[in-house]
């Protein structure tokens, strides 16, 4: 099993950065791919980006390239989000997710551990 903690929400202005981390517990950590997703209020849970068991592999979805970083540190059981350049429409709770496997990193449906949720505020 595995179990996620989100920090580093917050309430920012557009244009700026926050940096969220996703703190892990568990043994099977190190040998998840994990994800980041978000939800804004009345919409579906969208993918923001992933990355692989080992760091090597990153996705993202096409509206964060560019501007958001995931990366982990599997020493530290910990994965995080650099979000830079911040636009009101990234108003959204911010979720981590913890998959086995390879493939769909996309697809909230295969990632079998969820965090709570971090709220992230960007106003014009």
């Known amino acids: 099993q595995v179990q996620l903690v989100e920090s580093g929400g917050g309430l920012v202005q557009a244009g700026d950065s926050l940096r969220l981390s996703c703190a892990a517990s568990?043994?099977?950590?190190?040998?998840?791919?994990m994800g980041w997703f978000r939800q804004a209020p009345g919409k579906e849970r969208e993918f923001a980006a992933a990355i692989t068991w080992n760091g090597g592999n990153t996705y993202y979805a096409d509206s964060m390239k560019g501007r958001f970083t995931i990366s982990r540190d599997n020493a530290k059981n910990t994965v995080y989000l650099q979000m830079n350049s911040l636009k009101p429409e990234d108003t959204a709770v911010y979720y981590c997710a913890a998959k086995l496997g390879t493939e769909n990193y996309s697809n909230p449906r295969k990632y079998h551990y969820w965090g709570q949720g971090t709220q992230v505020t960007v106003s014009s």
């Open positions: 568990g043994r099977t950590f190190s040998n998840s791919a």
